[in-house]
């Protein structure tokens, strides 16, 4: 057990593992496009909510690459990793709830941020609104994307939390190369 632990305390304070992040979230951000544009399956809010934590994973995992010698940046990374991650994990459960039934709120076009980070009119291909919030899609075997999300942010979520853990146990030395 000990084995593993110092096994993903290497891979956790290495440049893989803010990899995993940038690879990861950019794969999904092209699943989304996918979706929409190929499938039509257009974004609801919650869409586009979970699709700005993704983007922000994204640069979090570049940060990660850039500053991986800091150990002060990496902890605040990963701390942002695991906030990311509840984010994720919490606008996942909407979608899911909203998808199923046991929860209801406004699911409007609004996308709910400030006038000065109008991201919807900068960037509208990846961040507009073009539906109400309903059901997702089915990716694969009957699992949803509402599903599948939930199952990825609570995931993503403990592998954050270790991993953090972990950036106080590593040292330079002990980096995966």
């Known amino acids: 057990m000990n ?4 096994l993903f305390t290497r891979f956790a ?3 893989w593992y803010w990899l995993m992040y940038v690879a990861g979230g950019s794969g999904l951000l092209g699943v989304a496009l996918y979706y929409q544009y190929r499938l039509n399956e257009l974004p609801c809010v919650l869409c586009i909510h979970v699709r700005l934590w993704i983007a922000l ?3 979090v995992g570049v940060a990660g690459l ?3 010698k800091f150990r002060e940046m990496k902890v605040l990374l990963h701390t942002s990793v695991v906030l990311i991650a509840v984010a994720l994990a919490e606008r996942s459960y909407q979608l899911l709830g909203t998808e199923r039934g046991f929860v209801e709120g406004e ?3 609004d996308i709910g941020l400030p006038s000065w ?3 919807e009119q900068w960037l509208p291909w990846l961040f507009r609104v073009e539906t109400s919030c309903g059901y997702t899609p ?3 075997f009957g699992i949803t994307m509402a599903e599948s999300l939930m199952v990825m942010s609570v995931m993503m979520l ?3 939390l270790s991993a953090l853990a972990a950036s106080f146990c590593g040292n330079s030395q002990s980096e995966i190369r």
Not at 3 to 6: I, K, V, W, Y
Request: with cysteine; glycine share 4%.
């Open 3 to 6: 084995n593993l632990f110092t």
């Open 66 to 68: 850039l500053s991986n």
């Open 158 to 160: 403990l592998v954050a």
């Open 107 to 109: 699911c409007g076009f």
């Open 117 to 119: 980070f109008a991201i």
């Open 138 to 140: 089915v990716i694969m």
């Open 57 to 59: 994973l994204v640069l």
């Open 13 to 15: 304070n290495s440049p």
